[in-house]
């Protein structure tokens, strides 16, 4: 009896993470077929932002999401992870003691990764002469679908 409840518990654990984790192998793929599916790096650096403590594994998720995503998207590889860490460290401390509204900070953050990523994707466009990403009114559509994802959040 105690035997079958526990594997009972542990299909019950593998339901619950099998979304998360067809999500990181999957939508990257559909998002380098289908241009309109938005690549959703705010709300994933948000999700890596608030997990890094608590649970390694869902920030590891996360991780490879991203990976997956500068892979099936031709983006620079660990661009992305880079600029998630780099707000971690220097932003997220200050921005959670200022900011007391958890949608707020929400919003915040997920602006600010969009910003940053899409400003040091530009940089590097820059500086190695290339084409990555273009500046039109898709850009645009992506940020405010992380903003409208961060507040339903």
């Not at 690549?39 to 991203?66: A, C, E, Q, R, T």
């Not at 949608?103 to 997920?110: A, G, P, Q």
């Not at 590097?124 to 961060?150: E, H, P, Q």
């Amino acid at each position: 009896m105690a035997r079958n409840r526990f594997e009972r518990d542990k299909n019950l654990k593998i339901l619950k993470w099998l979304p998360i984790v067809s999500f990181a192998i999957f939508y990257p793929i559909l998002t380098s077929i289908y241009s309109i599916l938005p690549p959703l790096i705010g709300i994933v650096g948000l999700f890596i932002i608030f997990n890094i403590d608590k649970n390694k594994l869902n920030s590891f998720f996360g991780v490879l999401y991203l990976i997956n995503l500068d892979f099936n998207a031709s983006l620079p590889l660990l661009l992305s992870l880079l600029v998630i860490v780099l707000i971690y460290i220097l932003i997220y401390p200050s921005a959670r003691v200022i900011i007391n509204c958890k949608k707020c900070l929400f919003i915040f953050l997920v602006t600010f990764i969009d910003i940053f990523y899409y400003t040091s994707l530009f940089i590097y466009d820059m500086v190695f002469s290339l084409n990555t990403i273009t500046a039109d009114i898709t850009l645009v559509f992506y940020i405010i679908i992380d903003l409208v994802i961060g507040l339903l959040l």
